[in-house]
């Protein structure tokens, strides 16, 4: 298959270019194909004329879509629609990575793909604004939802280890509950989903599901970080360090439809977890490598 991967350089595109070393790939990174450019999109999907188009690309800082909210909707709702038209122009199919945060959290049950998204945030009504973009510019699409993504760059994953390791302690919300994945496992998800011209919305996330508190812990005693990990409600954590954008309180991902029409299922979270920890050498403290 001809593949183009916008946003190639991100947690997700670098997995991407890793797994579909079979296809015939572009990876695209901003300086080569800014989405917000139309033109430039046109331009790169119209000459090399992809198969399938998997748009990874995004503005995918929570806080920084509430603040600066006209660059949340340039580049996560219009840079998604500039790659649907160019899909358009060349019958490509497209992958568009979507989010949990399109749900607010509310429902106290995981979200199937057939529940109705009700964001929260400028970031999941971005998203959301290029999912609908998706939906009325194709018909051959795959909307993939995904969360708590992490993988080879700058995560959650990384950042509570160099607090671990700075402060000998970690602070970790009980009633924020999501389900983390690793960037590879969605990729090879991926892969698999583009071989079934079966198209529609579609939840994948590593099986599974934890509150942030039960998620450092197992950060930390994957990477033998001894660190105590203190619980918090998410209104004490905010009131001391209070942040622009609300994040959903339960955003378990149901995975459904991959499972049930085609057999993708991912591993449980905490197997890719350890796997990601030992892969990138994370065992050991920074300071002792
Ligand atoms: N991270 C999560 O926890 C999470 C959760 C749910 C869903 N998702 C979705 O999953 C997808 C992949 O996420 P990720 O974690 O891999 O994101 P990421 O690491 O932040 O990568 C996003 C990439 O998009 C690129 N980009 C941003 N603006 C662009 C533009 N105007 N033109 C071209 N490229 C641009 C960035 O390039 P620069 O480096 O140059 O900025 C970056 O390489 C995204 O659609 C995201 O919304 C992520």
Redesign the pocket.
Known sequence: MRILI????????LELQRTLDEDEVLAT??DQ????NRAAVSDAITRFRPDVVV??????NVDGCETDPDLAYR??AL?TQNVALACAQVDAAMVY?????VFDGSKGAPYLEFDDPNPISTYGRS?LAGERYVQMSLRKYYIV???????V?K?FVRTILSLADRNGEVLAVTDEVGSPTF?RDLAEAIDKLVRHPVYGIYHLTNDGSCSRHDYVKAICEAANRKVSVIPITSEEFLARHPLPARRPPFSVLHNFCASNALGIRLRPWQEALASFISSENLAIPEHKQ
């Not at 916008?6 to 595109?13: F, H, R």
């Not at 939802?145 to 993988?151: D, S, V």
């Open positions: 916008t946003g190639a350089n991100g947690q997700l595109g990174i901003r194909v800014d989405i917000e748009h990874a690309a995004a503005y995918t580049v996560n840079g990575v979507s989010s949990d945060y998203k939802r995904t969360a708590w993504l992490y993988g760059g995560n960037a």
